[in-house]
């Protein structure tokens, strides 16, 4: 699971009652600046889990984690 994380679409379903997430989506004051797949959680207990990060005025704050739930995940593909 290498690669920078464009877009996630997360739910029970994500064709069809999915939550997405993209980089540069508006939150509150800030954006989303990063969405990462934290590999140590999958290596030390089997747990999928995605972070997301935003970028408020004065700082870059932990916003959401999505784990154990069915994922679409799309790479950024400028090299």
Do not use: H
């Amino acid at each position: 699971m290498n690669g920078l994380i464009r877009k996630i679409v997360a739910g029970r379903d994500p064709k069809t009652d999915g939550m997405a997430y993209s980089i540069g989506m508006k939150v509150g004051n800030g954006s989303i600046c990063s969405i990462l797949f934290d590999q140590e959680s999958f290596d030390l207990y089997g747990v999928t889990k995605y972070v997301i990060y935003v970028q408020e005025p004065e700082s870059q704050v932990l916003w959401k984690t999505i784990e154990n739930m069915p994922c679409v995940v799309e790479y950024d593909l400028n090299f």
